[in-house]
């Protein structure tokens, strides 16, 4: 079975003093390399440049949304649960609730959430690329989907906007 990475860009604003999400999920494609780097996750015996820290306190609404399930046995689509499954995951430690009501409960696999500044993503993106690069035996090696990743980062700051990239993997 495959990991991949559910990755949300957002940025703060002064008034109101919150998070945004820039263009909802996004995925740079499957690389367990940086995954590793990145997060621990997939890691087949390298340095992990960071370890995960779980979701920020102040997680932009979209994001938080994304990252949850609605406790429910009225219907079952998608990003829906049934109040019984919902028990079992709580009960056996694969998930939580998010409210007091109840009414929200965390993937039951999903897991190592995280979340990065531009800086930190840019020293990720950098190791992978030498590593990649050495195994080959090129001089360079460049990941393009997450340079576009770390540029919409600097982006935002270059405006003046806090930026980060928050993220947590599936089986």
């Known amino acids: 079975m495959g990991c991949d990475i559910h990755c949300y860009i957002e940025y703060k604003t002064e008034k109101p003093n919150m998070w945004w999400n820039f263009g909802g999920r996004i995925n740079p494609g499957r690389n ?11 890691n087949y015996d390298i340095e992990p440049v960071l370890y995960p820290k779980g979701l920020p306190d102040d997680i932009g609404f979209i994001t938080g949304i994304d990252n949850r399930l609605y406790v429910t046995d009225d219907y079952d689509e998608e990003g829906c649960c049934s109040r019984e499954n ?27 959430h995280s979340w990065v ?18 195994e080959c ?32 993997f599936d089986n």
């Open 32 to 42: 367990y390399l940086i995954f590793a780097l990145l997060a621990n996750v997939r």
């Open 86 to 112: 919902a028990e079992k995951w709580v009960e056996a430690g694969a998930s939580e609730y998010t409210n007091e009501r109840k009414a929200f409960v965390t993937h039951p696999d999903w897991h190592s």
């Open 117 to 134: 500044t531009p800086n930190e993503l840019e020293k990720v993106v950098k190791e992978g690329e030498e590593i990649i690069a050495e």
């Open 137 to 168: 035996g090129v001089d360079k090696f460049e990941l393009p989907e997450w340079y576009m990743v770390l540029e919409i980062l600097k982006k935002f700051e270059e405006w003046g906007y806090q930026a980060r990239m928050v993220f947590w």
